[in-house]
């Protein structure tokens, strides 16, 4: 299934998708980004070091995000009560969501390497700096989620259309905020025009 139809939108192949807080209540996805714009993060699994770097690195910018007009939603593949342990920890403000089927994941063509592909130089060289940052990884534990699945972030206006799009080629992957943050300003143009 492709992630777009031809007017850029991901409403028809990705929106009525159900992801789950974490309460366990069931969401169409489409409903996040219905009012707004939405900086979408799908992070590898609620227990990866290198999203637990991303989601901090996020957190610096949540306020930038919210006076362009938008809101940081994070999604991960574990279960809900995992996603609300994530939140927990990192006192995140933004809605943090789950789909464990990983049919979003799908939808938006994230990336699923074999299981090789993790020993990329790139992924322990990153490792390494997250590590130094003080993040830890935790394995084992399938309530965290898919520990081969890749994420990326898209920036999403109402609607459904795709304004800027980055999925992670390897984990560890994740464009810089002010990357992130030109794209959303972008978007945020385009849209007023």
């Not at 995000?65 to 279960?79: F, K, M, N, P, T």
């Not at 920890?89 to 464990?100: N, S, W």
């Amino acid at each position: 299934m492709p992630v777009t139809t031809n007017d850029g939108s991901i409403e028809h192949t990705a929106g009525d998708l159900e992801v789950l807080r974490p309460d366990g209540q069931a969401v169409r996805l489409g409903s996040v980004w219905a009012g707004r714009p939405v900086v979408l993060a799908l992070v590898r699994h609620f227990g990866c070091i290198f999203c637990k770097e991303q989601v901090g690195r996020l957190r610096e910018i949540v306020d930038d995000i919210h006076v362009a007009g938008a809101e940081l939603v994070i999604l991960g593949s574990g279960s809900p009560q995992m996603a609300g342990f994530f939140a927990e920890d990192f006192a995140i403000a933004t809605p943090v969501l789950t789909d464990p089927q990983r049919h979003v994941y799908a939808a938006l063509e994230a990336r699923r390497p074999p299981r090789w592909g993790f020993m990329d130089p790139r992924v322990a060289v990153r490792g390494l700096k997250a590590l130094v940052q003080g993040h830890r990884q935790q394995f084992g534990n399938p309530d965290l989620g898919d520990e081969t699945q890749l994420g990326g972030i898209f920036i999403v206006q109402p609607g459904g259309e795709v304004a800027w799009a980055h999925r992670s080629a390897f984990a560890g992957d994740h464009p810089s905020n002010v990357e992130g943050l030109v794209a959303l300003r972008g978007a945020a143009r385009a849209r007023a025009a």
